[in-house]
């Protein structure tokens, strides 16, 4: 399936995702995808995330800054997006940091179907329970060459029974099947908080927009890449600093998805006639 295939069908869907996500990237989450062409919702009260993962095409569930509350939320909104035959896209925000997050995560997978798992590499050893030496923290500090990245990422598609996006300097998607890596990017994009969850989000977008899961992973994790290649290059150009990166990213990633609204060009043009 082409780019032009994964755009126009995201274009034709303009899907919500229901987003329970990291509060320290919310924001973000939320400008990402607009910028892409969808929206999102953010309730994660659990009396209401089912009514809301009812309205929306895609459920995302990162499980950055966990509490008892939030995994109550996760199950009840990956149960109904499970029910209604929507997809679920797992962020395990820095699940080998904690006894309790590695349990939470756990359960979630117990008791929820996963379309598609998008993490890092130290992420991926610790749902596989592999030892990494290393922190646990939701930035990775495992630097797999790429055959031993996509083998990691065949193991943790094999034993999720889902698609699967490692991401790093160069990507690698399994299905447990077709594989592929992603390259290109702008090493800045590590500079930025949440650059994972938003591409985590895409992921959930695209397979809202109706792309299969391993199609969706490797849509999202393309197309940001790509939007990081091009506002480092922007960036370069203008001499800017990583402030001006991060809002080239979203510039990017609008001209890419041709998401942006005309109707706001035009009428600033007619205020100023």
Same mark, same amino acid.
């Given at each position: ?6 755009? &126009? ?8 995702? %229901?987003?329970? #996500? ?20 953010? =309730? ?18 990162? @499980? ?11 199950? +009840? ?29 756990? %359960? ?38 790429? @055959? ?9 598609? =094999? ?51 109706? +792309? ?16 990081? &290649?091009?506002?480092?290059?922007? #960036? ?9 990166? %991060? ?27």
């Amino acid at each position: 399936m082409t780019r032009e295939i994964w755009l &126009r069908k995201l274009r034709e869907n303009a899907p919500g995702v %229901h987003c329970l #996500t990291n509060p320290v990237t919310m924001q973000d989450v939320a400008n990402v995808l607009l910028a892409a062409g969808g929206s999102a919702v953010m =309730g994660r009260e659990p009396s209401e995330v089912r009514t809301l993962t009812a309205l929306s095409q895609a459920t995302l569930l990162n @499980t950055g800054v966990p509490d008892e509350a939030k995994l109550r939320a996760w199950v +009840l909104a990956g149960r109904k997006a499970n029910e209604l035959g929507r997809p679920v896209v797992l962020d395990p925000a820095g699940v080998g940091a904690s006894l309790f997050r590695r349990n939470a995560v756990a %359960h979630v997978r117990r008791e929820v179907k996963l379309s598609l798992i998008r993490c890092n590499q130290e992420e991926a050893c610790a749902l596989l329970e592999e030892r990494s030496g290393t922190s646990g923290g939701v930035e990775s500090s495992v630097e797999l060459e790429q @055959t031993a990245q996509m083998e990691l990422a065949d193991r943790l598609a =094999g034993a999720c029974g889902c698609a699967v996006l490692i991401s790093g300097k160069t990507d690698a998607v399994s299905d447990g099947g077709r594989r592929m890596f992603l390259t290109g990017g702008d090493a800045r994009i590590r500079r930025i908080s949440g650059g994972g969850c938003m591409l985590s989000a895409l992921c959930a977008l695209f397979a809202g927009a109706g +792309l299969a899961p391993y199609e969706a992973a490797c849509a999202a994790g393309s197309i940001w890449k790509e939007s990081a &290649r091009l506002a480092g290059a922007r #960036t370069d150009r203008a001499g800017g600093g990583i402030g001006s990166f %991060h809002i080239a990213l979203f510039d990017a990633l609008e001209e890419l998805c041709g998401s942006r609204d005309e109707s706001c060009a035009g009428t600033k043009e007619k205020e100023q006639e």
